[in-house]
T-cell receptor
Framework: GAVVSQHPSRVICKSGTSVKIECRSL??????MFWYRQFPKKSLMLMAT?????????EQGVEKDKFLINHASLTLSTLTVTSAHPEDSSFYICSAREQFGEKLFFGSGTQLSVL | EDQVTQSPEALRLQEGESSSLNCSYT??????LFWYRQDPGKGPEFLFTLYSAGEEKEKERLKATLTKKESFLHITAPKPEDSATYLCAVLSGNTGKLIFGQGTTLQVKP
């Protein structure tokens, strides 16, 4: 199956700093990528939909100025958590949809801990 | 409103004890129902896609079925390595979004 690489897998940062998470589709082109957030023992919550070359579409309640998403190419999307605070600590997962299919393939996730 | 509900929330089985996980859904314009496996600290791993009622798919000890209102993931003679959280998701034709259930955490004891 298709491979989606997410980096870093774990990051610890101080409150007030910004953190960038990268998501790459390694063997296919992804015109659409998605960013999810997952709390412990909870399901995945869609944060935003990212389309290559255009602005991301954010879900209701997700602050677009805090969670900056850039999808500059068909294989790379980034999520930047700006001025992170402890309440932003969570597991963030990206996914990419095949260009001509319905399947979503997921990255391995990033555990963010804000001290 | 599009919604996915999975049951049970947690399931403990003895090795070899077969069982089924349920996924009930309401969605506007189903484009597909997906099953994923998620291990702790990892992203979801794709298992199956089902598109229409009556469809069935199998992979090793797992079999997924679909009706107009729900899907089942049957696990036959499970092994400890099948222990994981199983997620069900539906792709809405109206919104284009993949909506997840809360998952069933399966523990298989040797």
């Amino acid at each position: 199956g298709a491979v989606v690489s997410q980096h870093p897998s774990r990051v610890i940062c101080k409150s007030g700093t910004s953190v960038k998470i990268e998501c790459r589709s390694l063997d296919f082109q992804a015109t659409t990528m998605f960013w999810y957030r997952q709390f412990p023992k909870k399901s995945l919550m869609l944060m935003a939909t990212s389309n290559e070359g255009s602005k991301a579409t954010y879900e209701q309640g997700v602050e677009k100025d805090k969670f900056l998403i850039n999808h500059a190419s068909l294989t790379l999307s980034t999520l930047t958590v700006t001025s992170a605070h402890p309440e932003d600590s969570s597991f963030y997962i990206c996914s990419a949809r095949e260009q001509f299919g319905e399947k979503l393939f997921f990255g391995s996730g990033t555990q963010l801990s804000v001290l | 409103e599009d919604q996915v509900t999975q049951s049970p929330e947690a399931l403990r089985l003895q090795e070899g004890e077969s069982s089924s996980l349920n996924c009930s859904y309401t969605v506007s314009g189903l484009r597909g129902l997906f099953w994923y496996r998620q291990d702790p600290g990892k992203g979801p791993e794709f298992l199956f896609t089902l598109y229409s009622a009556g469809e069935e798919k199998e992979k090793e000890r797992l079999k997924a079925t679909l009706t107009k209102k729900e899907s089942f993931l049957h696990i036959t003679a499970p092994k400890p390595e099948d222990s994981a959280t199983y997620l069900c998701a539906v792709l809405s034709g109206n919104t284009g979004k993949l909506i997840f259930g809360q998952g069933t955490t399966l523990q298989v004891k040797p």
